[in-house]
């Protein structure tokens, strides 16, 4: 069965940074893409960052400049580093793996006070 773990997540004053990590456990193979999402209250999950096998990564718009998505294959890990942290960007972040089928970490809090 498979698991990803988040960790990472926190309470953080505007301006700040926080460093997401998320690591599949059991078995899963040919992981394609590892992407982080993240839901605010009231709002619909929306994608944050992705990262491919090959190393193509893409970034919303409200993030670009600020986070840095980066993997270690081997470890099955995604991070995000997440730098000059805004209000706005307090949420809860998702990690997600596809490979045949779509993975889904539980969520980790991110809190950014003004």
């Known amino acids: 069965q498979v698991q990803l773990v988040e960790s990472g997540g926190g309470l953080v004053q505007a301006g700040g940074s926080l460093r997401l990590s998320c690591a599949a456990s059991?078995?899963?193979?040919?992981?394609?893409?590892m992407g982080w999402y993240r839901q605010a209250p009231g709002k619909q999950r929306e994608f944050v960052a992705i990262i491919t096998r090959g190393g193509s990564i893409n970034y919303a718009d409200s993030v670009k400049g600020r986070f840095t998505i980066s993997r270690e294959n081997a470890k099955n890990t995604v991070y995000l580093q997440m730098n000059s942290l805004k209000p706005e960007d307090t949420a809860v972040y998702y990690c997600n793996m596809r490979a045949a089928v779509s993975y889904w970490g539980q969520g980790t809090q991110v809190t950014v006070s003004s």
């Open positions: 059991g078995s899963i193979f040919s992981i394609n893409t």
